[in-house]
């Protein structure tokens, strides 16, 4: 399989990060894996120059200080180039209606449950970039 160049996983459970970031890489899905533990921290990467551009950003909803939402608010303002090279997925345990309705304004190419595991990032390869994870 080909890898994708950049992964950006934000989220503000080091847990959370240590597995999916572990997980990732045994899955040998990218050579770049970064972690952000917010989304200032998520924004300062992406606007840093030159911009750091991840092919798949990986974002928790419920993080303390700027949450999921308005990070993706604050993002709609990048550079829509930028914006269009990556595909967005929002990661979370439990969805709040208020949530559900606000996220279908925003930026994001799909959701997904955490934690993620061998088959939801396979799904994600196949429906955003056309790439499967080979065979056990």
Known sequence: MEK???ILLVDDDDTTNFIHETLLTKL???HDIRVATS????LELLTQQPPYVPTLLLLDLAMPGMGGIAFLE???RLPQAQQNATKVIVLTTSMDSRDLER???LPIAGL???PLNREKIDTLLRLHFQRQ???E
């Open 112 to 114: 997904a449950s955490k």
């Open 39 to 42: 989304g200032e921290q998520a």
């Open 4 to 6: 994708l160049p950049h």
């Open 28 to 30: 040998q899905v990218s």
């Open 103 to 105: 996220i279908d304004e």
């Open 133 to 135: 994870l080979p065979a």
């Open 74 to 76: 604050a993002y709609q």
